[in-house]
């Protein structure tokens, strides 16, 4: 039981050190130096891993919708590993294992874009 509990601990710790480690190939930009910067840029996708609900509730214009799951097996339909990709998240740890995904299957420039947080309103009942 004692060994259980030590390898079920040691798992844990694990998973969570490598949900926090840092990506260093992994590079942060706002979505507003993004969009200032569109013109000038060549070759590059903007790919959003959110589910297809929350994409199709709120798009964003010209990405491509490939959901975390999807993102091993369909990715090749949709980029090419000479482009420079643009990950659109609401969440770091997703982006970080989307960016994990694509450097296996062999992309150089990976980006995460970070994005504006709105503050929740609440509507008057």
């Not at 903007?46 to 964003?60: C, K, L, N």
Request: hydrophobic share 40%.
């Amino acid at each position: 039981m004692f060994w259980f509990m030590m390898i079920s601990v040691l798992t844990g710790l694990v998973v969570l050190i490598h949900r926090l480690w840092p990506a260093p190939y992994l590079t942060p930009i706002h979505y507003r130096s993004l969009i200032n910067q569109k013109e000038s840029l060549h070759h590059f996708k903007i790919v959003d891993i959110r589910d297809a609900s929350e994409y199709e509730h709120q798009p964003t214009p010209d990405s491509i919708n490939i959901s975390l799951g999807r993102l091993p097996y369909v990715w090749h339909k949709h980029l090419l590993r000479e482009e420079r990709i643009f990950i659109l998240s609401n969440e770091m740890y997703r982006a970080k294992k989307a960016a994990r995904i694509l450097r296996k299957k062999g992309f150089q420039s990976l980006y995460v874009v970070e994005m504006d947080r709105k503050p929740v309103v609440s509507t008057p009942k």
